[in-house]
């Protein structure tokens, strides 16, 4: 093989993963009003899929296009904290209206709007992780200010077991070389 054909090789496995998780990669209607590009969110099917792959916690937003509460909530989302702080997760906005399905799967204490679950990347909701605004609906987090929602997601970030790397091959040297 010729050293050309070898770099056109190596170009197209480092890319070809890349516009493959791209093509996964979609953002869900209304993204905009809730900060996009500024917050990348992905709507269930990509995100759950990118959470998986790269072993990052959830935050999924379920929202409705007429409910006055999700309007007054996206302002949160507008906060430069929640901006910084969204770059440790997988953001998932649902519209519980076009995506019933999705509504009612991802729903331990009732389908209702503005509704924020924290799920850890195997999919798993985290019920230690619960807003105090409403004891009914603990899904429920402050929608006048980001106080709250910020103090959940850092919870989330610092209880979310890190990421493990492959290190096989590192012992498997270290054991070599002994």
Known sequence: ???????SLVVTLLVAPLLVFAAWARSPELAEAWNAPAITWRDIRSGIREATVTQ??????????????????REVFKDPAIV?????????L???????MSNGAFAPDGTYVPRTIFM????NI???IRGSTDPEHPQTIDIESPGELLALMLKAAATSPAPVPDTAPDNERRASSE
């Open 56 to 73: 990052r916690p959830v935050v999924m937003v379920f929202h409705a296009p007429w409910c006055g509460s999700c309007k007054k909530y």
């Open 84 to 92: 910084a702080a969204s770059k440790n997760f997988v953001m998932i």
């Open 120 to 123: 850890d990347w195997e999919g």
């Open 1 to 7: 093989m010729t050293a050309t054909a070898v770099r």
């Open 126 to 128: 985290r019920t230690d």
């Open 94 to 100: 649902v519209d519980a209206d076009a995506d019933k």
